[in-house]
């Protein structure tokens, strides 16, 4: 046997094809060959970017006596969890259902089935207090395969079933019938995220802290949507300073690369004054969105909009500079680790010390800038100037001091070229690189940077000709080239959100009769008994070993993780389509995922994020605006006002005068004023305005609702 992972298209699966362990990717052959030589599989899953799989990748799969281990006992499969979130998804609930807490690099040692029955995360090289090494493990797995194999299958089978009960009553029933969503559901996930800030530090709960985007989302729609005065007033203005509160603690802390802008994974510490380096595109995709739709929504005294557009701005900046790739379309992730100073060390592109501070910025006409940042940014001085830290103030920078970053930025990123940059991902994952592109089309209004809907279109036209064939949707691609598994649940409606934004902010109609594509595929191929499921229904997920694994259930994860739900996306994007287009079919199938709202949020609001961001549309529209004209600027000004309402029920389509039926039928029979110039038409709840020619009657329209 061999290691056949060279030319993989996932970074984290290339990046071990040089062990002298014999890897195989996830698939049905790995399996087999364990059958046919009658070892168990032992599973190890990660992703690029994780610092403690790079830990054991280097302990022990770079170690000869263990791969002659492994090589001899098990088949060893190879697994990007940003690949295959669908065997991540059942490995990791089979790890947590045994006891275990979970987290990568997950190790799993399964029959040749690939039902699990031993499960794990980092095993050192040697034993730990409460921990075995990773040698103590594999001999005790074979000792049991070897001597008690009646009772692995008995657990196993017991596992397999559990998992598949758990996986089979997520499935959401789209057969309608579903209640509709009650703004006093959405109240009260306001009032228990409140009870779940840290009232210090800012952000939700306990260290590790990540970035609760699409909460933020929910916050900043209820916050828009809520009249004031009155009850739903006051607790809007909650919503809002509680958005801003958390807004404020990340983009002033280390998450945030005040030189480069983006923001790391998570924080190690309650107050965000430690990151955990990576920086993963889902991640920035997200959070760039929610700090475009903050401006739009002008801010609070917590979280000024000018400080947030800085932000954004560098963070659109970050993504297209560090991300983008050269045929379209953006990497999934820079590494955690970096070399510093010969070795590999977390963060050690994004650290700097007092003295380097200094060094790199002298300042003019005896002006120390390099001191004043060291002194901004906390950095100790005497004998520990070479102690090295992120830069981050921890409080809101003065007007002095952003000037004083501002001009620094150019030289201190200069200088940090010259460090060897954190290794890159540069796969594309379909689902991500669509909330990228919704991201970009909505920062280039809010921003007024309308260059930014030249990376929005790339990437959107990378996913189109690559990832799509006009009837199947491919999750991943490398170097221009589609491979490995369809896309999922959260790939297609991911695309069509990005998809449907894109063509708000352009009017360009491929865009939206390509996110109607990919609905239709959805709602014909992932629908099966009336049941919603993460995969396509009619394969179930595509390899034997994931089937088996859960006892051949399907499965829907219908909560949030890193990134929203697939069926929380589908819920926006078929509500979007509905508007556009007066389709009651998707407006009852977004009503019948919506009808799962009140299960999912009674395990935590921040299971249910973007959920209930949905929620807040669905009760706050359909507001349609339909900006009809000649291109110009009296149609760029029409368009520009409609981008800037912060309505989260808001659709907006733009187009030359359709005297007839339209491809977006909300466009249809809509003509221009007698003049020739462009008129907005304005609609909600089934019935519309007069059109308006002007962006101040426009606003007026748009804030009456209609």
């Known amino acids: 046997m061999t290691n056949r992972l060279v030319g993989q298209a996932s970074a984290y699966l290339r990046q071990h094809a040089d062990n002298p362990v014999d890897w195989q990717p996830y698939g049905d052959d790995a399996f087999a060959e364990a059958a046919r030589r009658d070892v168990p599989v032992f599973v190890s899953i990660g992703y690029a970017a994780c610092h403690w799989c790079h830990v054991m990748a280097h302990e022990s799969f770079e170690d000869a006596g263990t791969a002659r281990e492994l090589n001899a006992r098990f088949v060893s499969v190879k697994v990007d969890r940003e690949e295959r979130p669908d065997v991540d998804s059942v490995?990791?609930?089979?790890?947590?259902?045994?006891?275990?807490?979970?987290?990568?690099?997950?190790?799993?040692?399964?029959?040749?089935?690939?039902?699990?029955?031993?499960?794990g995360t980092y095993f050192p090289p040697r034993p730990q207090p409460g921990r075995p090494s990773?040698?103590?493990?594999?001999?005790?797995?074979?000792?049991?395969?070897?001597?008690?194999?009646?009772?692995?299958?008995?657990?196993?089978?017991?596992l397999a079933e559990r998992l598949g009960g758990v996986f089979s009553s997520q499935l959401l029933d789209l057969g309608g019938g579903a209640a509709p969503v009650e703004a006093k559901l959405l109240t009260e996930a306001v009032s228990a995220l409140v009870r779940k800030e840290d009232p210090e530090h800012g952000g939700f709960g306990r260290a590790p802290k990540f970035p609760p985007s699409p909460v933020l989302e929910f916050l900043i729609r209820y916050a828009a949507a809520a009249p004031a005065g009155g009850q739903e007033g006051d607790t809007a203005a909650v919503a809002r300073g509680l958005a801003g509160r958390t807004l404020a603690a990340m983009c002033r802390s280390a998450l945030f690369d005040v030189l480069g802008g983006g923001f790391a994974r998570y924080s190690v510490t309650g107050d965000w004054s430690l990151p955990h380096y990576e920086k993963m595109l889902y991640d920035n995709a997200q959070l760039l969105r929610v700090l475009a739709h903050w401006v739009r929504l002008d801010g609070s005294a917590e979280f000024p909009a000018d400080e947030a557009r800085a932000a954004a701005s560098l963070t659109a900046d970050w993504m297209i500079r560090e991300l983008g790739l050269p045929e379209g379309g953006f990497a999934s992730s820079l590494d955690a680790d970096s070399e510093r100073?010969?070795?590999?060390?977390?963060?050690?592109?994004?650290?700097?010390?007092?003295?380097?501070?200094?060094?790199?910025?002298?300042?003019?006409?005896?002006?120390?800038?390099?001191?004043?940042?060291?002194?901004?940014?906390?950095?100790?001085?005497?004998?520990?100037?070479?102690?090295?830290?992120?830069?981050?103030?921890?409080?809101?920078i003065e007007a002095a001091e952003r000037e004083l970053?501002?001009?620094?930025?150019?030289?201190?990123?200069?200088?940090?070229?010259?460090?060897?940059?954190?290794?890159?991902?540069?796969?594309a994952v379909a689902g991500w690189n669509g909330l990228a592109v919704a991201a970009m089309a909505d920062a280039a209004w809010a921003l007024d940077r309308p260059e930014l809907l030249d990376a929005a279109r790339a990437a959107a036209e990378l996913l189109r000709a690559v990832h799509w064939d006009g009837e199947r949707l491919v999750r991943v691609s490398h170097a221009g080239r589609g491979?490995?598994?369809?896309?999922?649940?959260?790939?297609?409606?991911?695309?069509?959100e990005g998809a449907f934004a894109l063509y708000a902010a352009t009017g360009e109609e491929r865009w939206y009769s390509w996110a109607e594509e990919l609905l239709a595929v959805v709602t014909e191929r992932f629908v099966a008994d009336g049941l919603l499921s993460d995969g396509p229904a009619a394969e179930g997920?595509?390899?034997?070993?994931?089937?088996?694994?859960?006892?051949?259930?399907?499965?829907?994860?219908?909560?949030?993780?890193?990134?929203p739900s697939g069926a929380s996306l589908l819920a926006g994007a078929l509500l979007a389509h509905a508007a556009y287009s007066g389709s009651a079919e998707h407006r009852?199938?977004?009503?019948?995922?919506?009808?799962?709202?009140?299960?999912?949020?009674?395990?935590?609001?921040?299971?249910?994020?973007?959920?209930?961001?949905?929620a807040q549309a669905s009760l706050a529209g359909p507001l349609e605006v339909a900006i009809v004209g000649t291109p110009g600027e009296r149609r760029r000004r029409l368009l520009a006002e409609a981008l800037a309402s912060a309505s989260p029920g808001l659709v907006v389509?733009?187009?030359?005068?359709?005297?007839?039926?339209?491809?977006?039928?909300?466009?249809?029979?809509?003509?221009?004023?007698?003049?020739?110039?462009?008129?907005?038409?304005?609609?909600?709840?089934?019935?519309c305005r007069l059109p308006v020619g002007t962006p101040e009657e426009l606003r007026t329209q748009l804030a009456a609702g209609g």
């Open 405 to 427: 970053v501002d001009r620094s930025r150019g030289a201190l990123l200069a200088e940090r070229a010259h460090r060897t940059p954190p290794g890159r991902d540069d796969k």
């Open 341 to 396: 100073e010969g070795r590999s060390v977390e963060g050690g592109y994004y650290v700097w010390t007092r003295a380097e501070l200094e060094a790199a910025v002298p300042g003019a006409e005896g002006a120390d800038d390099g001191a004043r940042l060291a002194s901004l940014f906390g950095l100790p001085g005497a004998q520990h100037a070479e102690a090295a830290a992120p830069l981050h103030a921890g409080r809101r």
């Open 483 to 496: 491979a490995g598994i369809e896309g999922l649940l959260a790939d297609y409606a991911g695309c069509a």
């Open 91 to 119: 490995y990791m609930a089979a790890c947590q259902s045994l006891g275990e807490q979970g987290g990568w690099p997950l190790s799993i040692f399964a029959l040749p089935d690939g039902r699990a029955f031993y499960v």
């Open 653 to 687: 389509a733009v187009s030359a005068p359709v005297a007839g039926e339209a491809r977006v039928p909300l466009l249809a029979f809509r003509g221009a004023a007698d003049d020739g110039g462009a008129l907005a038409y304005v609609c909600r709840d089934f019935a």
């Open 134 to 158: 990773f040698r103590q493990v594999l001999d005790a797995v074979w000792d049991a395969w070897t001597e008690r194999r009646e009772g692995i299958e008995r657990q196993a089978a017991a």
């Open 588 to 614: 009852e199938l977004a009503a019948s995922i919506l009808g799962g709202l009140p299960r999912l949020a009674a395990h935590g609001p921040r299971a249910a994020g973007w959920l209930l961001a949905v």
């Open 541 to 563: 997920l595509t390899t034997a070993g994931v089937r088996a694994a859960m006892a051949g259930a399907r499965a829907l994860d219908p909560y949030d993780a890193e990134a």
